[in-house]
């Protein structure tokens, strides 16, 4: 069983820039989520996507968007990067049941100056 | 609204020795599922252990059990057994009935420490 793979590690991008984060969700994982760890903070809740369609957001501007593709793969894209967008950003999967864990990948470490 | 408390920023713990991790939540909801996740300074998040609200039996897996309280809406988690691989950030989480996919709530975390 594959896990969940993110892709780049680490990036650095300068403010006003944009950036595409991807992630490769565990196979026979319907529902794939993203989220901002800031340093020393827990992870919050940016979206999710079920079937291709994102069905819950949290407290995030418009300029965090997000797409999710037929093999369960996804995007998180950001525009007009502002310095604390600077986190750790981590993509997770899980089946849709209340009872069903998320497994995250390694994250990608993302640093705005 | 929904909030989960870690009031512990550090804890230390000796090797061999047991420890308890600290969590409390806030929900209106009746149904809902509470997690543990370990940290390491690599920053995977690894699940550790799950409670579901009307479940009767406190969690455990293998080392880590979860110290269930409903009424008092605590959640805690108790790792038997300490090793120094142990050391590491400790989130508690929940999710709640009607959002069954990818949204946790997380707490600020728990920095475990464990001392040869």
């Known amino acids: 069983e594959t896990g969940v793979t993110q892709s780049p590690t680490h990036l650095i991008k300068t403010r006003g820039q944009q950036v595409t984060l991807r992630c490769s969700s565990q196979s026979g994982h319907n529902t794939v989520s993203w989220y901002q760890q800031a340093l020393g903070q827990g992870p919050q809740f940016i979206f999710q996507?079920?079937?291709?369609?994102?069905?819950g957001r949290g407290n995030f501007p418009p300029r965090f968007s997000g797409l999710q593709f037929p093999n369960y793969s996804s995007e998180l894209n950001v525009n007009a990067l502002e310095l604390d967008d600077s986190a750790l950003y981590l993509c997770a999967s899980s089946r849709d049941r209340l009872s069903s864990p998320l497994h995250f990948g390694n994250g990608t470490r993302l640093t705005v100056t | 609204a929904q909030k989960i408390t870690q009031t512990q920023p550090g804890m230390f713990v000796q090797e061999k020795e047991a420890v308890t991790l600290d969590c409390t939540y806030d929900t209106s909801d009746q149904s809902y599922g509470l997690f543990w996740y370990k940290q390491p300074s690599s920053g995977e998040m690894i699940f550790l252990i799950y409670?579901?609200?009307?479940?009767?039996q406190n969690a455990t897996e293998g080392r880590y059990s979860l110290n269930f309280q409903k009424a008092r809406k605590s959640a805690n988690l108790v790792i038997s057994a300490s090793q120094l691989g142990d050391s590491a950030m400790y989130f508690c989480a929940m999710r709640e009935v009607y959002n069954q996919g990818g949204k946790l709530i997380f707490g600020q975390g728990t920095e475990l420490s464990v001392k040869p």
């Open positions: 409670q579901g609200s009307y479940d009767e």
């Open positions: 996507y079920y079937r291709e369609e994102e069905n």
